[in-house]
């Protein structure tokens, strides 16, 4: 990925997040984590690699709580990954990850997050949470708070298992890495 195209997902971040803080102090108060991890979600998009487009939408699903789905979709209005639109959807069972290239698990999942990493297992879905342990658990990304501010930590080894290619500019960002890069970046 260009330093240039790095520095534009950056700008928009910044912008999406300054939009939310407005809109937030109209209301009195700062993006809540929840704001934050929807904004890092849709940002996920460009700097992670799929094999194959799974359908003509790029779908982020998220399953129990820790995204608000109308902050979800505020955030992707009109965005394109790739050139196709972005839509969010709540899934509640396995069976309905099909079609995701991002899953959000959060607490109070259905049927809890080890039945959703496994259905997503040898996928190309990459799983986030901010569920604690996530990656000792099978999970890719995991929002992780450091000193009040979101960040996130990646498993390369099961970014590699899903064979999904996460850039190095990402992995640059990440509060840690584990797992070898071989396969796991470009």
Not at 20 to 46: C, G, I, M, N
Not at 74 to 83: F, L, Q
């Amino acid at each position: 990925m260009s330093g240039r195209r790095f520095g534009s997902i950056l700008m928009s971040i910044l912008l999406v997040l300054l939009c939310l803080r407005q809109s937030s102090l109209a209301q009195a108060h700062k993006p809540s984590r929840e704001d934050v991890q929807s904004v890092y979600l849709f940002d996920f998009a460009h700097f992670v690699r799929w094999p194959a487009a799974n359908g003509s939408a790029f779908q982020i699903c998220i399953a129990g709580r820790g995204i608000d789905p109308d902050t979800l979709r505020r955030v992707i209005a009109s965005e394109k990954v790739d050139g196709r639109p972005v839509v969010a959807r709540i899934v509640n069972r396995p069976s309905e990850i099909k079609d995701c290239e991002i899953l959000f698990i959060g607490q109070g999942t259905e049927e809890g997050t080890k039945s959703l990493l496994d259905a997503s297992a040898g996928k190309a879905i990459l799983t986030v949470s901010d569920i604690p342990d996530f990656l000792r658990n099978g999970g890719m990304i995991q929002f992780v708070l450091t000193d009040n501010r979101v960040r996130f930590s990646i498993d390369l080894a099961s970014v590699n298992r899903n064979s999904l290619s996460v850039s190095s500019e990402l992995l640059k960002v990440a509060a840690s890495v584990s797992g070898p890069l071989d396969g796991g970046s470009r």
